[in-house]
């Protein structure tokens, strides 16, 4: 079954630190792959997202993310975080199965920034 | 930019209440998404529609119905609250040529008590 795992329940990182969050997917071939970030009380904003090509895929933010088919992996990663990241982060996998379009979240990674 | 609003940000009803929650987009999108999200949960998909007056079953469609009139709106309806549906709600849409990307509305939190 298709799946998606975000192993972090919760991250902290002190501003200015980088950030990796990571993300696994079980499917069959290379889905779309997809980040959100939610603030607190708000809906969800695209980051950034993989369709093909480019395995770095840059987002808004200055979020990167790294397609890994060989991991099965679609990390993101910040190299200097700011406290206004202070977040929760979703990663996502967009496919179809048996003609029905498919959107698959992770179950979040939140993340908090020490001053 | 896409817009998708939602009618309520917060929401308060009793056990037993009959709840709408009503999202409307303003990019002509065909397909739309009712999600619920829950803490450890991540984002549920409760129904879905391609087009007016279609809709699917996602994985958590018991207790739940939904409307899809016009093209725009897409209403959640809640025909007995109960308690165990005290969540937040997310409403989404999508143009079927954009690869996928799904664009969010604000949430609505609601409370049964």
């Known amino acids: 079954a298709q799946s998606v795992t975000q192993p972090d329940i919760h991250i902290t990182v002190s501003e200015g630190a980088s950030l990796e969050l990571r993300c696994n997917y079980s499917?069959?071939?290379?889905?779309?792959l997809f980040w959100y970030v939610q603030s607190p009380g708000q809906g969800l904003q695209l980051l950034l997202k993989?369709?093909?090509?480019?395995?770095l895929v840059q987002g808004i933010k200055g979020f990167e993310a790294e397609f890994k088919r060989s991991q099965s992996s679609f990390n993101l990663r910040k190299p200097s975080v700011h406290w206004s990241d202070a977040a929760e982060y979703f990663c996502?996998?967009?496919?179809?199965?048996?003609?029905?379009?498919?959107?698959?979240f992770g179950t979040g990674t939140r993340l908090k920034v020490l001053a | 930019d896409v817009k998708v609003t939602q009618s309520s940000r917060y929401l308060v009803k009793r056990t037993g209440e009959k709840v709408f929650l009503e999202c409307v987009q303003d990019?002509?999108?065909?397909?739309m998404f009712w999600y619920r999200q829950d803490p450890g949960l991540g984002l549920r998909l409760i129904y879905f529609?391609?087009?007016?007056?279609?809709?699917e079953k996602g994985d958590i469609p018991e207790g739940y119905s939904v409307s899809r009139e016009k093209k725009e709106r897409f209403s959640l309806i809640l025909e007995s609250a109960s308690t165990n549906q005290t969540s937040m709600y997310l409403c989404?849409?999508?143009?079927?040529?954009?690869?996928?990307?799904?664009?969010f509305g604000p949430g609505t939190r609601l409370t049964v008590t």
């Open positions: 990019m002509d999108h065909e397909n």
């Open positions: 996502a996998v967009g496919l179809t199965t048996s003609g029905t379009y498919k959107y698959i």
């Open positions: 529609s391609y087009d007016v007056k279609m809709k």
């Open positions: 499917y069959g071939a290379t889905p779309y």
């Open positions: 993989y369709f093909s090509g480019d395995t």
């Open positions: 989404a849409s999508r143009d079927p040529a954009d690869f996928y990307e799904q664009y």
